[in-house]
């Protein structure tokens, strides 16, 4: 059972453009809500997280939109540079663990 | 050192064999887990450990699976008569504390297991 949908699977923006990702979630007892940037040959590396009780995080050029009640969150990434190339995770969790549900993941391109 | 460590970096084996993966966790994180990353997925949930204890091994595949960690710091996930549904990258991670909601979780640059 996918518990975490991420969409779309690869983008390919323009220097300078706006990327956004798309994840939900069917799990209602998750209270947090990480994304990750993955770079080839290397380990996921956190960028941003959220909790529930907040509908927006903003951290430099990456904000994290929550919508509790459609259970779906979103990555976006403004004036996408080059360097912002990457494979990028949601993910979700609950309880102390943190054992992390992650998304599918999207492949992002930006064009020079 | 100042992050997860993993060793191999890369592993090839054949159908069949047994195979130890070792994570060097960052010194004094508590927390321990892995996960495995088929090509072009996301990370999935193996097992966990909190200091020596593994509290939660229910993403372990198959019995073929084992992982340890005897003394709270390294761990080992020990793959045996490996199959081809095997390969994947396998990815530690360590985080400082169980109880802080906002301790990031800090992962290794995996070991990346070819079965042939």
């Known amino acids: 059972q996918q518990q975490v949908k991420q969409s779309p699977q690869s983008l390919i923006v323009q220097k300078g453009g706006i990327s956004i990702i798309n994840c939900a979630y069917e799990?209602?007892?998750?209270?947090?809500f990480p994304w990750y940037q993955q770079f080839p040959g290397k380990g996921p590396a956190l960028l941003i997280a959220?909790?529930?009780?907040?509908s927006e995080k903003k951290e430099g050029r990456f904000t994290i939109s929550f919508n509790k009640s459609a259970k779906q969150f979103s990555l976006h990434i403004m004036d996408s540079q080059p360097g912002d190339s990457a494979t990028y995770f949601c993910?979700?969790?609950?309880?102390?663990?943190?054992?992390?549900?992650f998304g599918s993941g999207t492949q992002l391109t930006v064009l020079p | 050192g100042a992050g997860v460590s993993q060793s191999p970096r890369y592993k090839v084996a054949k159908r069949g064999q047994d195979v130890a993966l070792r994570c060097d966790p960052i010194s004094g994180h508590v927390s321990l887990f892995w996960y495995q990353q088929a090509l072009g997925q996301g990370p999935e949930f193996l097992t966990y450990f909190q200091n020596e204890a593994q509290l939660d091994k229910s993403g372990l595949p198959s019995d073929r699976f084992f992982a340890e960690r005897p003394e709270g710091s390294v761990s080992t996930l020990k793959i045996q008569r490996t199959q081809q549904e095997d390969s994947a990258v396998y990815l530690c991670?360590?985080?400082?504390?169980?109880?802080?909601?906002?301790?990031?979780?800090?992962f290794g640059n995996g070991t990346r297991l070819t079965v042939t």
């Open positions: 993910a979700a969790s609950r309880g102390s663990a943190r054992q992390l549900t």
């Open positions: 799990n209602t007892a998750f209270d947090y």
């Open positions: 959220i909790r529930p009780d907040v």
């Open positions: 991670a360590s985080r400082k504390l169980t109880s802080q909601t906002n301790s990031p979780l800090h």
